[in-house]
């Protein structure tokens, strides 16, 4: 049973006046206008959450707990504080300060720990999605364990089987939205979202898309899902997405709400381009044209807080492709390498053109893989997959610091179940090895995600 802990207002104002009676007037004096900002969780487990908040302006952070008031000494614009001890699946309380702010003014933070800590559904790799040797979209989902190199094969199944969907991490669960059924032999187009809780082992349906969506880009950006591009049509020419942007609040009302609304500044009208988030930048770039099927190279991002594309211009690939594995790279401070780079990935792809349909009937499968450091003014291009592959999935293991390539299609309707990895750290100085472990079952037209960002 879920317990939720209460602050006690007049306990902490008591103590929070007799530690700044201790520390100074000076001090107080000088640190009175901070305020706190910006306070979120960020790291969440069953035993203990870590908080990060900004001040407005440099000073010393306070949380307060119903186990006590634990100050940061140091005065600072970013801090992180730990609470520790606490108990799985239970619903707490929060609130962070800055400098000599009133209690009453802090940030409020609501919680639940986790019901598990589950190492492997944590750090471990989610395959789901995709199509197989039959030509059907595949239910089962398999989990790696990269840190054991251990395969849970069919450890859920996917409700609705569907390929070309965009599957997505969100708060620890997982979100596949749209794509392509296979009802009859026919693919059809999808608007159904199935979410899977990983710690819980549960299934459950939210609110349906507007309209189908298949080859889209999906992002993850603070509260919201946001789903770009693609089409509602298996004939791109017929139901492309043009310029609209669809936005999804999981937590609004019993099963969430989408609405629809214009970028203010021009999006790609592509269907099976690489994309992912990274800082609230949802980078896209690759896929086919609507009109013609021709493949592309050219980049862009969109920033969700500004509803428009960034003011700076993102590189373009080294050659036009479509279907390849995208992968954000990054790595955050609780990490055994904080430092490595921060990259967007391609992995695979197909650069044929001219084909509208979905399944494409045609592809030319490339072993090209380009890595886009941020910061930089390029792609830069990597090692090269031991085998052509298109619509690969790729994901990172920051345990073992290894980027991954999973399965993808060696020709038309061609799955393959081979696994590949390269160092995180030095991606385009290293090569790729072939894993001794195959996949479970072959696929293309997947996702590979981690539910831990």
């Not at 790696?144 to 070309?164: G, L």
């Not at 997505?168 to 392509?180: E, P």
């Not at 992968?327 to 695979?348: K, M, R, T």
Request: overall charge negative.
């Amino acid at each position: 049973m879920r317990r939720i802990y209460s602050v006690f207002i007049i306990f902490f104002l008591t103590l929070h006046f007799c530690l700044c009676t201790a520390s100074g007037l000076s001090e107080i004096l000088g640190e009175e206008s901070a305020r706190a900002e910006f306070a979120f969780v960020a790291k969440l487990s069953p035993n203990s959450a870590v908080f990060s908040w900004n001040c407005s302006k440099a000073s010393k952070g306070t949380m307060y707990t119903n186990d006590g008031i634990f100050p940061n000494v140091h005065s600072s614009k970013t801090h992180f504080s730990e609470w520790k001890n606490l108990s799985p699946n239970t619903s707490y309380k929060v609130i962070l300060t800055c400098g000599s702010q009133k209690l009453e003014e802090g940030s409020i933070l609501e919680f639940t720990t986790w019901i598990s800590n589950d190492p492997p559904k944590t750090r471990g790799i989610w395959i789901l999605g995709g199509i197989g040797n039959d030509g059907l979209p595949i239910r089962e989902v398999d989990l790696f364990d990269p840190v054991t190199d251990i395969w849970y094969s069919s450890i859920t199944y996917v409700p609705t089987p569907r390929a070309f969907a965009s599957i997505v991490h969100h708060k620890n669960k997982i979100y596949v939205i749209g794509g392509m059924e296979n009802v009859s032999g026919t693919y059809v187009s999808s608007s159904k979202i199935e979410v899977y809780d990983p710690y819980a082992d549960l299934w459950e349906t939210k609110a349906s898309l507007p309209s189908g969506s298949i080859g889209a880009v999906a992002g993850s950006v603070g509260d919201e899902i946001y789903i770009l591009s693609g089409s509602n049509s298996t004939d791109m020419t017929n139901g492309p997405v043009f310029n609209t942007i669809l936005k999804f609040y999981p937590e609004l009302g019993t099963n969430g709400q989408w609405i629809s609304f214009s970028s203010a500044s021009t999006i790609f009208s592509r269907v099976d381009m690489s994309g992912c988030a990274i800082n609230g930048v949802i980078f896209y770039t690759g896929g086919r044209t609507y009109n013609s099927g021709s493949a592309n190279s050219s980049t862009d991002g969109f920033a969700a807080s500004a509803n428009t594309t960034t003011s700076f211009s993102e590189p373009s690939l080294g050659e036009s492709k479509h279907g390849g594995g995208g992968v954000c790279i990054l790595p955050s401070s609780q990490d055994l390498f904080p430092a490595d780079g921060v990259y967007f990935a391609v992995v695979g792809g197909s650069t044929g053109s001219g084909n509208v349909f979905q399944p494409a009937t045609s592809i030319i499968p490339t072993n090209r893989t380009e890595f886009y450091q941020l910061g930089s003014g390029s792609f830069s291009l990597g090692p090269s997959l031991p085998a052509s592959l298109y619509f690969p999935a790729a994901q990172t293991s920051y345990e073992t610091r290894k980027i991954f390539s999973f399965g993808g299609a060696s020709s038309i309707n061609i799955p393959e179940d081979t696994v590949y990895f390269l160092d995180s750290g030095n991606p385009l100085g290293s090569a790729w090895v072939t894993h001794t472990l195959p996949m479970p079952r072959r696929r293309y037209a997947h996702k590979a995600v981690r539910i831990d960002r």
